[in-house]
């Protein structure tokens, strides 16, 4: 499976953002799917999961109320919509995919490039 990641880009504070993640591959509908966002000179931290069918879905208290993660298994998309920015989500975010879900970092099979989000005050 391959990963792109597209969408970031800069907003000011308060403002929204929807991230997309294309998957190659006819097996899309099989992966979990996550978000990670890492800050600058801070470790990469999980944002958002999506199981396989939709059904399970788990955010970080950073964004919760604020996030939405959902998917397109007929387009093979992941998307995450931001809303209510703030300059501490500035970070490049990355998404990835695997077999079943969790919300660590570690476990994740395939990761895209990254897409960077900027948050200006």
């Known amino acids: 499976v391959q990963l792109q990641a597209s969408g970031g880009g800069l907003v000011q504070a308060g403002g929204s953002l929807r991230l997309s993640c294309a998957a190659s591959g006819r097996t899309f509908s099989s992966y979990g799917m996550g978000w990670f966002r890492q800050a600058p000179g801070k470790e990469r931290a999980f944002v958002a999961a999506i199981s396989r069918t939709g059904v399970d879905i788990y955010y970080a208290d950073s964004v919760k109320g604020r996030f939405t993660i959902s998917r397109d298994n007929a387009k093979n998309t992941v998307y995450l919509q931001m809303n209510s920015l703030k300059p501490e989500d500035t970070a490049v975010f990355y998404c990835?995919?695997?077999?079943?879900?969790?919300?660590?970092?570690?476990?994740?099979?395939?990761w895209g490039q990254g897409t960077l989000v900027t948050v200006s005050s």
């Open positions: 990835a995919a695997r077999i079943g879900l969790t919300t660590a970092n570690l476990g994740w099979d395939y």
